[in-house]
């Protein structure tokens, strides 16, 4: 199992966090998604078939991409 945590500047409130969570849930092999709208991180742990990659892209799908 993978684990990162990831800084998101659009994260405004826990509605962010509760969208978030519900896109990268959809997500097959993604594990646990927690957020916290304060730091504007949120941490991810997932397995294969889900990829680094697939997460980010999926953040960038709805608007929440990371700060690389």
Same mark, same amino acid.
């Given at each position: 199992?993978?684990?990162?945590?990831?800084?998101?500047?659009?994260?405004?409130?826990?509605?962010?966090?509760? #969208?978030? &969570?519900?896109?990268?849930?959809? @997500?097959?092999?993604?594990? +646990?998604?927690?957020?916290?709208?304060?730091?504007?991180?949120? #941490?991810? &742990?997932?397995?294969?078939?889900? @990829?680094?990659?697939?997460? +980010?892209?999926?953040?960038?799908?709805?608007?929440?991409?990371?700060?690389?």
């Amino acid at each position: 199992m993978e684990k990162i945590t990831l800084l998101i500047p659009n994260i405004s409130c826990g509605h962010c966090i509760m #969208t978030i &969570q519900r896109e990268l849930g959809e @997500t097959e092999g993604v594990y +646990k998604v927690e957020g916290d709208p304060k730091t504007r991180e949120i #941490t991810v &742990q997932w397995d294969a078939p889900a @990829t680094l990659e697939k997460i +980010k892209s999926t953040l960038r799908e709805i608007n929440y991409p990371t700060a690389d």
